[in-house]
């Protein structure tokens, strides 16, 4: 009888352990041909992750634009930014983006990723400021050496696709050592797509690091069916952005149905 019992627990175990055990990762190489590029994609619920490329998923780079999000952040808590409709005259300088040549709102300038906007910004933040929320927030390398208002891009500021799950995930919960009314603020900036089935929001970010090839990032949430879902994707090489880091993360998403 004892024999019987042990036996039938243990078809039952390797029954439990074929049933319950996690999906295999999809393969998602051929969404970056032409990159070196990685992506992960958390189930906040679930705690389950898709990873692409995880020693690169690791790996810090430089933000680029996608600090927008915590960059916001701090400026509505110093008050240099009261609410997301301030807006900052364009001093007539021609940028390479079109869309940069005029007067922009904090939401606009997120929307358009206006570099000289935050640039603007981070010189009314100040350097002791910026430093102190940088370490508060336990933002990547925290590291602003590279200049006040380049330190982000391509320059002294590194954070990993792992390190800005974290960020988003402690904005989307109302984790971060800010105001409410500020993380709700930026979350509605971040806005891409809102549906009956989904709120998707994300961020892009575009930059060169010196003696490197491009680099694109696209980072965002996708709160869907009462799950919210963590994403980050960086491409790096030649022809690489964050317009085309948004386009392989979009197919990436579309391809799991998390965007339908």
Request: hydrophobic share 40%; with cysteine.
């Amino acid at each position: 009888m004892m024999r019987k019992a042990i036996y039938l627990l243990f078809i039952l175990g390797v029954l439990l352990s074929a049933c319950c055990a996690s999906k295999p990762a999809p393969d998602l190489s051929s969404f970056f041909a032409g990159y070196e590029g990685c992506f992960v994609l958390w189930d906040v619920a679930a705690d389950d992750t898709i990873r692409y490329n995880p020693d690169r998923c690791a790996e810090r780079l430089s933000p680029c634009s996608t600090y927008k999000i915590p960059h916001s952040l701090v400026a509505l808590e110093t008050g240099v930014i009261p609410d997301q409709d301030y807006v900052i005259e364009w001093d007539g300088t021609q940028h390479p983006v079109a869309s940069w040549n005029r007067d922009h709102t904090m939401a606009s300038a997120v929307q358009n990723s206006v570099v000289w906007y935050f640039q603007a910004v981070a010189t009314e933040i100040g350097a002791e400021r910026m430093q102190e929320y940088l370490d508060k927030f336990g933002y990547g390398n925290r590291d602003i050496s590279g200049g006040l208002t380049q330190f982000w891009l391509g320059s002294s500021l590194k954070i990993s696709a792992e390190e800005q799950i974290d960020f988003l995930h402690r904005l989307d919960t109302g984790d971060l050592p800010v105001s409410a009314r500020s993380m709700d603020i930026v979350k509605e900036v971040l806005v891409q797509e809102e549906t009956d089935a989904y709120v998707y929001r994300g961020k892009t970010g575009s930059c060169t690091p010196e003696g490197e090839q491009p680099l694109g990032w696209f980072v965002g949430t996708v709160n869907r069916d009462g799950a919210t879902l963590i994403f980050a994707a960086n491409i790096q090489g030649v022809g690489a952005d964050g317009q085309r880091a948004r386009s392989i993360a979009e197919d990436i998403l579309q391809s799991l149905d998390l965007l339908r």
